[in-house]
């Protein structure tokens, strides 16, 4: 049963920097594609990617802010997290799939079968 769990997440003032991590018991990241997405209301939105080869895609939003990585070793991945806004607020996800999507689908969410439980992140201005 692949389970991911999220954690990091946290209220900070605008500017300040966090990292989420997703740990998953179950699944095997290596080889695999897996992502963060954010939910504000009901729009879900794909944050950044690995891909195929392990390539990143980031979203035009959080480029240059935000930095996807994963630990192959310890199975967990990472979403770090810089110079937060008071728009970064929302549910954050992690979400991953046996496959590695393509580098246009990386950041759509009917992409991934797993799915982390979310976990909260507040900016304040």
């Known amino acids: 049963q692949v389970q991911l769990v999220e954690s990091g997440g946290g209220s900070l003032q605008a500017g300040g920097d966090l990292r989420l991590s997703c740990a998953a018991s179950?699944?095997?990241?290596?080889?695999?594609?897996m992502g963060w997405f954010r939910q504000v209301v009901t729009k879900c939105e794909g944050l950044a990617g690995i891909f195929s080869y392990d390539n990143t895609r980031d979203h035009e939003s959080v480029k240059g802010r935000f930095t996807i990585s994963k630990d192959n070793a310890k199975n967990i991945m990472y979403l770090q997290m810089n110079s937060l806004k008071p728009e970064d607020t929302g549910l954050y996800y992690c979400?991953?799939?046996?496959?590695?999507?393509?580098?246009?689908?990386?950041?759509?969410?009917?992409?991934?079968?797993?799915w982390g439980q979310g976990i909260y992140v507040i900016v304040s201005s």
């Open positions: 179950g699944y095997t990241y290596g080889g695999s594609g």
């Open positions: 979400a991953a799939d046996c496959a590695y999507p393509s580098f246009s689908a990386v950041l759509d969410p009917h992409e991934y079968n797993y």
